[in-house]
């Protein structure tokens, strides 16, 4: 999403956590309170409940894809 924007990572970091911590926690490598999430969001000009909608939406689309995979394969584990 800051990508979306072309907002950089300094710009969104700014007055939060450092770009290299951003970074990570774009690749789902590290962790920010939910806090820094919402000073985030409104550095990238972003809302909460689009974030939500946005992250909830993806990880419910790969779940499904995972589950047809399965019922596919006929993979009852």
């Known amino acids: ?3 979306a924007h072309h907002i950089n990572l300094v710009d ?3 007055g939060i956590t450092n770009k290299s911590t951003l970074a990570e ?3 789902g490598k590290d962790n920010l309170s939910w806090c820094k999430v919402i000073a985030l969001l409104f550095n990238i000009h972003v809302q909460p409940m689009e ?3 946005n ?3 993806s990880h419910l689309y790969f779940s ?3 589950i ?3 019922y596919g394969a006929n993979n009852i584990k």
Request: charged content about 35%; glycine content about 0%; cysteine-free.
């Open 1 to 3: 999403m800051r990508v």
């Open 12 to 14: 969104a970091a700014k």
């Open 25 to 27: 926690w774009e690749k």
């Open 51 to 53: 974030f939500l909608e």
């Open 55 to 57: 992250t909830v939406s």
């Open 64 to 66: 499904i894809q995972d």
């Open 68 to 70: 047809a995979d399965a």
